[in-house]
């Protein structure tokens, strides 16, 4: 979703009398932005866009993008959940910063989520993470602009019971690049140590994290190629870690499993290392 898509309606400040009506409700999409239906003035909507760009040009947001070929699809889009208006300025963002992948030639796709609070103040931009857990939860639970922001700095909370997730520690072969980078042997994607990531796990291979329950499966798997295809790994240093899954997970042969939410916690060995460097 391009900002030039979002509408954001600027809330009605003034008391509703019995010859004004009240504002509407707050509306939101199926997945609890700001609803593309409701108006935004032309000044606050030029106001959204700088905050918006200083975020991305300081660092604290990712530039937007997209890109597509034959093969793949990639995206990446700034999604506004909440703003704060004071005196007729924006002067604090909730931003969902999200990036899609898709495989054009097969099922498989990926998806991370963060959310930021941006906040102005006179020329200098202050940035603040947010719990990617709840902070939807809390979106939806709100009726009016400027209640989730409000609640993210302290003024006036907004309920959300933060859902019990069961974690579980697991083990996963990775790939280690020249760079030291750890990263999937399938994808080439990059796993962060300690950095969630979140893909729906779906059965015949259609989605998620592959991993062990147990060390020894996963050496196993690495060792008998029941893990990665034949010719795959040729030329990667392979890495045994640990790490934590959450959420559904899909249970395939040789003790090899697919899980919705995994994070890595360390590097545990080097399972094989290029033939060059072997020899």
């Known amino acids: 979703m391009h900002l030039d898509s979002i509408a954001i309606a600027v809330p009605d400040t003034q008391e509703a009398t019995p010859h004004r009506k009240p504002a509407p409700p707050l509306q939101r999409d199926e997945y609890g932005a700001i609803s593309p239906q409701v108006t935004l003035n032309d000044v606050c909507r030029a106001q959204l866009r700088d905050i918006l760009a200083l975020a991305v040009k300081s660092g604290h947001l990712n530039a937007t993008y997209l890109h597509r070929d034959r093969r793949e699809l990639e995206c990446l889009n700034h999604d506004v959940y909440d703003f704060l208006l004071e005196r007729g300025r924006v002067r604090a963002v909730v931003v969902q910063e999200r990036t899609f992948w898709k495989d054009l030639r097969k099922t ?15 020329r200098s931009l202050r940035a603040e993470a947010l719990d990617a857990a709840t902070c939807v939860k809390r979106a939806k639970n ?6 989730l922001v409000r609640h993210y700095t302290g003024t006036r909370p907004v309920r959300c019971i933060t859902p019990r997730v069961v974690v579980e520690g697991a ?4 790939a280690r690049d020249a760079a030291g980078t750890l990263r999937s042997v399938f994808d ?3 796993y962060r140590v300690g950095v969630w ?13 592959y991993f062990y329950w147990s060390e020894q499966d996963a050496v196993a798997g690495t ?5 990665f295809a ?7 240093e392979l890495v045994l870690c640990e790490v934590e899954v959450a959420g559904r997970a899909v249970e395939y042969a040789h003790g090899k499993h697919a899980a919705s939410r995994l994070r890595v916690l360390h590097e545990l060995r080097v399972l094989r290392r290029p033939a060059l460097e072997a020899s």
């Open 108 to 122: 498989r796709t990926r998806m991370t989520k963060r959310y930021v609070l941006l906040t102005r103040d006179r």
């Open 142 to 147: 709100t009726s009016a602009l400027g209640e």
């Open 171 to 174: 083990y996963k072969v990775l």
């Open 188 to 190: 080439g994607s990059e």
């Open 197 to 209: 990531r979140s893909e729906a796990a779906v059965p015949d291979h259609g989605g998620g994290f």
């Open 223 to 227: 060792e008998t190629n029941t893990t």
């Open 230 to 236: 034949a010719g795959l790994t040729d030329g990667l």
